[in-house]
């Protein structure tokens, strides 16, 4: 609270080192980040610029964050310490997602790539390439097979399906009119949300494009 420049805050502060009082005369109820049934466990630090996103494992016992300062890392949240360090992109880390077995990350950065990544090893495992700019969100189908990425540039927005087995782009995914702003998945199909804002209105939308079917 010393930091507030208000007069009236600065006079109860004042107050307070100037009683003799043993009665607090300013204290929290409960920490400033609270998670469910309990206060602050831990704050993790380690990463030079604004954390964007972070995932966690299906075990629930390691996240991986994505941040402006190129690079996602790995935490142990039983400990809390850093368990290692991801490098390879060239520009802010936007989001990472884990697939279901808990055995890989796939981020997307606004280097206009997404990367695969080994969370047992810490290496990258392959770069996708194919949007032309920025890749804002991506999301992986319940199989763990498939992702989706999506991608906003001056009249043209889309969003790529690729086969995260081969590595290899499956398909271009176009039709939106406005910036793409989040993908979700159900069992058959990527249902993406357009929001256009201007100064006189605000639009949402949804679109859904059906997924491949793919033979096991």
Do not use: C
């Amino acid at each position: 609270m010393q930091s507030f420049p208000e007069p009236e805050i600065q006079k109860i502060l004042a107050d307070a080192v100037q009683s003799k009082s043993e009665i607090p005369r300013l204290q929290p109820i409960t920490a400033s980040l609270t998670s469910p049934g309990g206060n602050l466990v831990r704050i993790l630090t380690g990463h030079n610029d604004s954390v964007n996103a972070v995932a966690i494992a299906p075990d629930g016992q390691t996240a991986v964050s994505a941040s402006v300062d190129n690079t996602l890392k790995l935490w142990d949240l039983e400990t809390g310490k850093e368990i290692s360090t991801l490098r390879g992109h060239k520009d802010s880390v936007n989001t990472v997602v884990i697939t279901p077995d808990g055995q890989t990350a796939v981020s997307a950065s606004s280097d206009n790539t997404l990367k695969l990544w080994d969370l047992e090893t810490g290496k990258e495992i392959s770069t996708l390439r194919g949007h032309n700019d920025s890749v804002n969100a991506v999301v992986i189908t319940p199989n763990g097979q498939t992702a989706i990425s999506v991608s906003n540039s001056l009249e043209l927005w889309t969003l790529k399906l690729w086969d995260l087995e081969t590595k290899r782009e499956i398909s271009t995914l176009r039709g939106h009119k406005d910036s793409v702003n989040a993908v979700v998945i159900t069992r058959t199909y990527a249902k993406t949300l357009l929001n256009s804002h201007s100064s006189v209105t605000s639009v949402s939308s949804v679109v859904r494009f059906p997924l491949p079917v793919r033979k096991s």
